[in-house]
């Protein structure tokens, strides 16, 4: 990874999946009705004027590879967001977003209600290395992220690389790029929503990517796109 003259990572735009879940939390239901699987949910509109904006911020940032999580919000925003911008587009199944396994489509509400031991299995062994069963903690994330990374930059030396993926990859992709520890990833993690078509990049400093941006949204503000903060569809609830 540290090979790459520069990195960008892009949450997908908003997503139908991400308007349901923030409707659930806020009405205090135990369980987020979303008919797809996780893979299938699409963007919402205001998710496609944002993947839009996003494309503005790309044109001029002149990105060689994109790299895409199979999910289908994030093949959206990417088709939309590169659309004019010559970029190879590669879809990559170990960008997914992080599979949730029992906790997968209940609030926060529904797991203290439903998986009260799960619950605090989760809170004893701490989000970094709680994985529930059928799913992943962030530790299995991160395997296949720092194997990702490292055939990209091995692969592209001097390359300009966008990531299109999900809430927790940018935040677990930080992690890699700053060689960041638990603690400090956890303290950045702490209130901070990932905004859906957000950037965060790095660019080259010696031999280390030094960051630049982090959850940044001013493009979308700037072309009038929504800025939205929603927790995405399968955020690990809290």
């Known amino acids: ?125 701490g989000k970094f290395y709680y994985r529930p069963p059928g799913g992943e903690s962030w530790a299995d994330v991160l395997l296949r992220l720092r194997a990702l990374l490292r055939e990209i930059g091995e692969d592209h030396p001097g390359g300009r690389v966008v990531l299109v993926a999900h809430e927790a990859t940018v935040l677990m992709v930080r992690y890699l790029a700053e060689r960041l520890s638990e603690a400090e990833l956890m303290a950045i993690a702490h209130g901070t929503t990932i905004a859906n078509c957000s950037v965060s990049t790095w660019a080259r400093s010696g031999d280390r990517l030094e960051p630049v941006l982090f959850n940044s949204v001013e493009h979308l503000r700037h072309h009038g796109a929504p800025p939205t903060r929603q927790e995405d569809v399968n955020a690990e609830p809290v």
């Not at 659930?24 to 797809?36: R, S, V, W």
């Not at 590669?90 to 009260?116: H, K, N, S, W």
Request: proline fraction near 6%; glycine fraction near 8%; hydrophobic fraction near 40%.
């Open 1 to 125: 990874m540290h090979r790459l003259d520069w990195l960008a990572i892009v949450r997908h735009g908003l997503s139908t999946g991400n308007v349901t879940a923030q409707n659930a939390e806020a009405g205090g239901a135990e369980l987020i009705d979303i008919p797809e699987r996780d893979a299938d949910v699409p963007l919402a509109p205001a998710g496609r004027e944002q993947a839009e904006a996003v494309g503005h911020w790309l044109a001029r940032q002149q990105p060689r590879l994109a790299v895409v999580s199979p999910y289908l919000r994030t093949r959206q925003t990417a088709e939309i967001a590169l659309g004019s911008i010559p970029a190879e587009i590669v879809v990559d199944e170990r960008l997914r977003d992080r599979e949730l396994g029992v906790l997968d489509l209940l609030t926060a509400r529904g797991v203290q209600a439903r998986l009260p031991g799960e619950a605090r299995r989760r809170e004893r062994l």
